[in-house]
């Protein structure tokens, strides 16, 4: 995972992985997720970052990974409800 920041377009990044893009999620006017065709989220794009989120926090790793699972949940499973299930399956 790589954390990225944009000073001049108040823009962070966060690289989840090096796959391609082949899709984007608007979640919120400010929060963007990077997606490959299969649902899974490669990146989450904040947009006016500085206003929106702590940076330093950001920049410290304190990420809840909680809230990242709700939001993966919430986005590419309602998207792709066959995927939730496998993954559930997979659980078991």
């Known amino acids: 995972m ?5 000073n001049e377009s ?8 090096k796959k391609k893009a082949d899709g984007v999620l608007e979640i919120s006017d400010y929060i963007n997720l990077d997606t490959t065709k299969e649902g899974e989220i490669i990146g989450i794009e904040f947009l006016n970052a500085s206003k929106k ?3 330093e926090s ?6 809840d990974s909680e809230l990242l699972e709700t939001l993966y ?6 998207q792709y409800p066959k995927m939730l ?8």
């Open 73 to 78: 949940e919430k986005t590419v499973y309602k």
């Open 58 to 63: 950001l920049f410290n790793h304190e990420i």
């Open 10 to 17: 108040d823009a962070a990044y966060i690289e989840l992985s």
């Open 53 to 55: 989120i702590s940076l």
């Open 85 to 92: 299930s496998d993954k559930k399956n997979k659980r078991k």
């Open 2 to 6: 790589k954390i990225y920041y944009d």
